[in-house]
């Protein structure tokens, strides 16, 4: 049995508490991915109020231990491991809040709003019940789960030793070396909120020009990591320090009190029974099977809550009746069609609300791997050192008929990824060898499968190359490739190709990189390059001693690699305008206009980031709408 959820969002969601740091921001030139206005229709209830995106007073970890154990712990872990007793009960796995990788990527701000608005996609409710100040705290005990005392300590040490002098004992920027220089102050609440653990390594490694020196020469990584752990100590209270006499002044949201003596104590709830309808839909215009057993799912805080059964109707329509319906319990009904899983949308309960539709679409399948085509493929070049290359391989892959793409039989891939003849070290952003992914004769395969749809399948993966200030690469691609899009650190690294063109410089994520483009590829044809030379000081890296299989450095780089392809759109976009200036009418409009596939690809590209957060509303409907305007317009004119 095989199961099935967005691919393309296995990148974005767990990298969901990370992404409101990242600084490259494309507000008003990009746009939304399908299914985005469906899943922003559902509406968490009940509503929390979302305070100011920083304390407002130091968050106290040892406040927000005991909040955490009873709240989060059942599902995230007692260490912050997603290994909670009640995680193997959701669909998805809890994210590891505790490692190194997903929190030095994280800022508090990010996992505030998390805790506040919840994740329906990933069964995580918001929880009203805390007030801001507790959020706060959980927040603080959360990042002290992957930040050790011993650590803390390492990181004082350091910073008193390297980073005093200019930035203060107390990180407020007055050191004595400090002069009229402007420095951030470390213990501003509000600009900490943030800040990642990541953006001050990077400053720490590669230093900030003209004022701040790099410190990758004279500290280990370990203890750049140290002292961006020891930073946020600045605006987090100590283990065990009392905050009674710092009230904020703004109201908090209060959890409701046990009646005294005098009062009358409050009648139970009446338990609200509701009923849950949809329909399945073949959309590859198949039968609905008679016997199509449908399974609903309703999760309270991330637990199974209530679980029911039914069969479907000979019109495809089916109902649970009587079921419990509390507000802000999430439901989502799942079925298996042709060995495959698919499932709803997830919905939440509001107040008053006593029924739900929940609609499932399945497909028929097939085993033809031939239908699939990659709307890109993405790669970055990383120099772990003198003699080694990692390469960062991104596809992403749509399947563009009305049959979900499965592999031929039970332990055969459905689609086949073949390395080059040297490559190394392969690892993956989702899974591993042995699991997800089998490996092959030419390189490794992957079991999941592949339902119809515009981009919504992504492979992201890593592999090492050996390099001594040269490489040949020849990259063989399994599937038709329609546009190449690659990324190398700025400053030191060329990159010579028949196949690919000079785009120039972009400022992804705070990173400086050199983009290059290349035309489509057949399937089976390779992309030939040379690499040579090497990167600047502080050029931009994957997280390094990871234990999770590198998942969230990938993962920050898939989105990269996803923003420098918007990138090369819009600029070929704006070159195209500035074409029409000097073509005719005639000629302009076989020379300048977008294709439907390259229409699509943006607003794929502009959907998921609107989900990730990194666009204002405004601004997403209007770069929508226009580019579903353009869209339109290109599809009638063929």
Request: hydrophobic fraction near 40%; glycine fraction near 8%; charged fraction near 20%.
């Amino acid at each position: 049995m095989q199961s099935f959820s967005r691919p393309h969002l296995l990148i974005l969601l767990p990298l969901s508490v990370l992404l409101a740091a990242c600084s490259f921001s494309l507000a008003e030139d990009i746009t939304p991915p399908p299914g985005s206005e469906q899943l922003a229709a559902v509406t968490a209830a009940p509503q929390t109020t979302l305070g100011p995106l920083y304390p407002l007073v130091p968050a106290n970890p040892t406040d927000g231990a005991p909040i955490y154990a009873e709240k989060c712990a059942p599902c995230h872990g007692p260490s912050g491991q997603g290994d909670g007793p009640q995680a193997a009960q959701l669909p998805n796995p809890a994210t590891a809040l505790g490692s190194t990788e997903i929190a030095r990527a994280a800022t508090p701000a990010d996992w505030y709003i998390q805790i506040t608005k919840g994740n329906l996609e990933r069964f995580m409710p918001p929880f009203a019940s805390l007030s801001d100040r507790e959020r706060w705290d959980v927040v603080a005990y959360v990042f002290s789960l992957s930040s050790p005392p011993e650590v803390i300590e390492q990181g004082s040490e350091l910073y008193q030793a390297n980073c005093a002098g200019c930035h203060g004992e107390g990180g407020k920027g007055d050191g004595p070396e400090a002069g009229g220089l402007s420095m951030p102050d470390f213990s501003d609440r509000a600009y900490m909120a943030g800040q990642s653990a990541a953006d001050f390594f990077q400053a720490i490694t590669s230093g900030i020009q003209p004022n701040m020196p790099a410190f990758a020469d004279k500290l280990s990584e370990q203890e750049r990591w140290a002292i961006a752990a020891y930073l946020r100590s600045f605006t987090f209270a100590a283990p065990g320090e009392p905050l009674a006499e710092a009230q904020p002044t703004a109201p908090e949201s209060t959890a409701i009190a046990s009646p005294s003596p005098t009062e009358a104590p409050v009648a139970a709830t009446e338990q609200v029974l509701g009923k849950i309808t949809g329909s399945v839909v073949n959309a590859s215009n198949g039968r609905i099977p008679a016997d199509l057993n449908l399974t609903l799912h309703g999760f309270d805080n991330m637990q199974i809550a209530i679980t029911q059964t039914t069969t479907v109707q000979a019109d495809g329509s089916f109902a649970f009746e009587n079921v419990a319906m509390p507000p802000g319990r999430a439901f989502v009904v799942i079925t298996e069609y042709q060995g495959t899983l698919y499932n709803s949308t997830v919905k939440m309960v509001e107040p008053g609300q006593t029924s739900l539709e929940l609609p499932i679409e399945v497909y028929d399948t097939t085993t033809d791997a031939s239908i699939l085509h990659a709307d890109r493929l993405h790669l970055f070049f990383e120099f772990l050192d003198s003699e080694t290359v990692r390469v960062v391989a991104l596809y992403v892959i749509s399947n563009p008929t009305n049959k979900t793409l499965v592999p031929p039989e039970e332990g055969k891939p459905t689609v086949e990824f073949v390395l080059p003849a040297g490559a190394t070290n392969l690892e993956f952003q989702d899974g591993q060898l042995g699991q997800r992914y089998i490996r092959t004769a030419e390189g490794f395969g992957d079991t999941l499968p592949v339902p119809p749809g515009k981009g919504h399948y992504e492979v992201l993966f890593a592999y090492q190359m050996p390099y001594n200030r040269k490489l040949v690469l020849s990259q063989p691609v399994p599937i038709p490739v329609q546009a190449v899009v690659i990324l190398v650190p700025e400053g030191g690294v060329k990159i010579k190709s028949d196949q690919l063109r000079d785009s120039g410089t972009q400022d992804v994520q705070g990173a400086k990189f050199h983009i290059y483009e290349g035309e489509a590829l057949a399937s089976g044809e390779s992309l030939e390059l040379t690499i040579t030379g090497r990167p600047a000081a502080g050029a931009p890296t994957l997280a390094s001693g990871s234990n999770t299989n590198l998942a969230i450095g990938l993962g920050v780089f898939g989105l990269a690699l996803l923003l420098a392809g918007v990138w090369v759109y819009w600029r070929t976009r704006e070159s195209a305008r500035e074409a029409e200036e000097d073509v005719s009418p005639a000629v302009s409009d076989d020379a300048s206009a977008l294709s439907v596939d390259t229409l699509m690809d943006a607003i794929i590209a502009l959907d998921d980031l609107y989900q990730a957060g990194q666009l204002p509303e405004e601004a997403y409907q209007k770069r929508r709408a226009e580019l579903k305007a353009q869209l339109r317009a290109r599809m009638e004119g063929e």
